[in-house]
């Protein structure tokens, strides 16, 4: 793997892992020259931060050598996610997990220490440090120490995201959580570089880089605690960042063996991107299980890290002295003496379900919760005082949930309107046509996803041979954001073949454009998504030019019609979804319209009708006309909701003129007309308003 310095507002920033599997282009002159020519206000202040806390770090390691065990030094800590409502929204599980795993490795309380290389085991320490996620935001008001912001900034990943939110870094440790850290899996000010540019302090992690669980796996662990380890003074174990002259050191380069990390008891390396406990790269072992190099199989700090990081902690440089002082602690809530708390909240693995499945709560009020009662509408249990609760909903709808958590003193209430939607299972017969007249029938058919999203799917005033169609303001919108919007189950299990028409309209904004619209299917009530087509914004374009203002179809000629085939039996059954996700890469607004499922074996309600056989008006409220050909008269007529179920069915008369009262729901209907001999049939789309 090659690593590399961050574009322009990374500069000083010490680098860490990149992915496993990833290799990346070294910047180093071009970063070298970009600092002193762009920045040059910034060089003397970092060169003399750097020396004053070199100067103490000497003296701090001279005095306190040797020195017992004392009690841990503590880190307020604040996680900042940075998101796009997508995966790197992580949940709070996940924070805590890192959290913990820090802690376990400072504290050398991890099993893998049995693991250490013989030579290193009598130097690999306890570091005496813990992080503690705070109690109390600056403002001195409850928080569990995460905080959450909206921004596209979160796929770049650069000190950019910083000016987004901080809290003042001499009180608390802040960390980012993005989708993307600058191609890496993150990197941190050092503190003498903090120091001069206090509005850069902190951590930026990609999300997948944090703690065990949710998006990050057990192999990447420790990603984090090497970070931590730059934001108290460490450097990579073979050296690199040496101040004043900020040249980068890549990993396993030969000249290494003749730098140094600052650190007596760390042998001389080169660095190691691969787990080779036996390897000499200097001359001597190297000590690759230690947690500032690469080699991913860290285990380890060494007695001599251990007190540079104390000296940074006691040092005045970048403020890092005061983070653990008591009047410090007692601010952040993180003094151990109280848990405050806060709020009562709640979080489940799903919210959309088929009837008959399981949906997971989990209690997530924060601090010091120990008791609580949660009220379950519609599930097969409607209370619970447990922390985790599994709920089984068996009848669609949409359902509310409450929950009350107090602490022995206090309780705090929350509840969720419609907060679980469940979903027909098996679904109604296959067979549908959604031309987005009608809004009773949206709420009904369709959802919505993260539908708390500010821009995302709507009805809007403009379609295909209608007034309306589905939407996204594209435009508005912000790079990388997902929308997407699905069905609910569809009873397919009784065909062999089923097709998806819909009708869709875009431009684009520059010819660079890359959003994608993706047609998608489940077989599994939404579990999962098999694409069974993509378009890229070339084949999504119905336009002729580039539009560089917002855009809305004018005429029918902007409108393309796309043809999906499902294909596969295993998507035969009885809670077919479909699903459309459209990726945005700041083109212009798309539109969805005149969505449509046929089957040859079910009731299709595509609009197969001719133009001589006609029924109106359409839209009505209630009376509808009907001008009949010939072979129609004495015949039927038969209508179906838009789950293909028989509402209505009337005998037609002999006259080619007839009309007929409804008495229907508003909402949209299909009219199927049956000759007299029964031989040939037609069907039209009705709209009906209320």
């Known amino acids: ?40 206000e910034y060089n003397q202040g970092i060169i003399r931060a750097n020396q004053k806390l070199e100067d103490f770090t000497a003296e701090f390691i001279q005095n306190h050598v040797n020195e017992k065990a004392g009690d841990p030094y503590i880190i307020p800590v604040v996680f900042h996610i940075i998101h796009d409502y997508g995966d790197g929204n992580i949940d709070d599980s996940q924070i ?3 959290v913990e795993q820090v802690n376990i490795q400072f504290r050398k309380l991890n099993a893998d220490t049995a693991d250490i290389v013989q030579d290193f085991k009598s130097i690999a320490v306890d570091a005496e440090i813990e992080i503690r996620l705070a109690q109390l935001d600056p403002n001195g008001n409850c928080t569990n ?14 000190h950019q995201v910083k000016s987004l939110i901080q809290w003042p870094p001499d009180q608390y440790l802040n960390v980012y959580v993005c989708n993307q850290a600058a191609g890496l899996a993150g990197h941190a000010l050092l503190p003498s570089a903090a120091d001069t ?8 992690m990609q999300h997948t880089y944090i703690g065990t669980i949710g998006t990050s796996t057990f192999f990447r662990r420790t990603v984090l605690s090497h970070e931590i380890g730059h934001y108290l003074n460490l450097q990579h174990i073979w050296g690199g960042n040496n101040v004043p002259d900020y040249y980068y050191l890549p990993v396993a380069e030969a000249a290494n063996c003749n730098e140094d990390d600052g650190v007596a008891d760390t042998p001389e390396t080169i660095g190691w991107q691969t787990c080779n406990l036996s390897g000499t790269s200097c001359g001597t072992l190297d000590n690759v299980q ?19 990081m104390h000296a940074a902690l006691n040092s005045s440089v970048a403020n890092r002295d005061n983070l653990w002082s008591p009047a410090n602690l007692a601010a952040t809530g993180t003094d151990g003496t109280t848990d405050y708390l806060c709020e009562a909240k709640f979080t489940s693995n799903r919210r959309v379900v088929c ?15 120990n008791q609580r009662e949660w009220t379950f509408q519609g599930g097969d249990i409607t209370n619970s005082t447990d922390s985790i609760v599994q709920v089984v909903y068996n009848t669609p709808g949409k359902y509310n949930v409450s929950l009350s958590s107090g602490d022995g003193v206090t309780t705090l209430n929350t509840s969720e309107s419609e907060y679980i939607i469940v979903m027909e299972n098996p679904g109604s017969v296959a067979g549908f046509n959604e031309s987005f007249e009608a809004v009773s029938l949206i709420d009904t058919r369709w959802v919505i996803e993260n539908s708390e999203m500010p821009i995302n799917w709507e009805r809007i005033d403009y379609g ?19 929308y997407a919007f699905h069905s609910t189950p569809i009873d397919a299990s009784v065909i062999s073949q089923i097709k998806i028409f819909f009708d869709y309209s875009f431009a684009r904004t520059s010819i660079g454009n890359s959003d994608l619209l993706k047609v998608q299917i489940s077989n599994d009530c939404g579990e999962t998504w098999a694409t069974r087509r993509s378009l890229a914004a070339l ?29 596969t039996s295993s998507y035969m059954v009885d809670n077919l979804m479909l699903r459309f996700l459209f990726e945005s890469d700041e083109g212009n607004n798309v539109y969805i319209d005149n969505i449509r499922i046929s089957s040859s074996e079910t009731v299709g309600l595509m609009d197969q009708s001719k133009d001589e056989l006609q029924m109106y008006p359409n839209p009505t409220e209630n009376k509808l006309n009907l001008a009949l050909t010939e072979e129609y008269t004495n015949g039927k007529l038969e209508i179906y909701d838009v789950y293909g179920k028989l509402i209505k069915s009337e005998n037609l008369t002999s006259e080619l003129s007839q009309s007929l009262e409804l008495n229907l729901a508003g909402g949209q209907y299909s009219v199927r007309f049956i000759s007299s001999k029964g031989d040939i049939s037609s069907i039209k789309k009705l709209i009906v308003l209320k």
């Open 1 to 40: 793997m090659k690593y590399f310095l961050l574009l322009a507002s990374l500069l000083i920033t010490v680098l860490s892992f990149a992915q496993e599997t990833e290799r990346f282009p070294c910047g180093t002159d071009e970063m070298h020259q970009y600092l002193f020519e762009e920045h040059p």
């Open 96 to 98: 805590y997990d890192a």
């Open 145 to 158: 120490g995460i905080t959450r912001t909206v921004s596209d900034l979160t796929n770049v990943g650069d």
């Open 197 to 204: 540019i206090p509005e850069w302090d902190g951590i930026v």
């Open 290 to 308: 230690n947690y500032m190099d690469y080699a991913y199989c860290a285990r380890m700090f060494t007695e001599g890290q251990k007190l540079r």
């Open 355 to 369: 009837a008959g499945e399981t949906v997971t709560f989990t209690d997530i009020s924060y601090n010091g919760v």
């Open 464 to 482: 295909y041979n209608s007034d309306h169609s589905f939407y996204v303001n594209n435009f508005d919108g912000n790079k990388g954001l997902n």
């Open 539 to 567: 084949s999504l374009n119905t336009m002729s030019d580039t539009i560089t203002s917002p855009f809305f179809p004018m005429n029918d000629a902007d409108w393309e019609e796309e043809e999906v085939t499902v294909g």
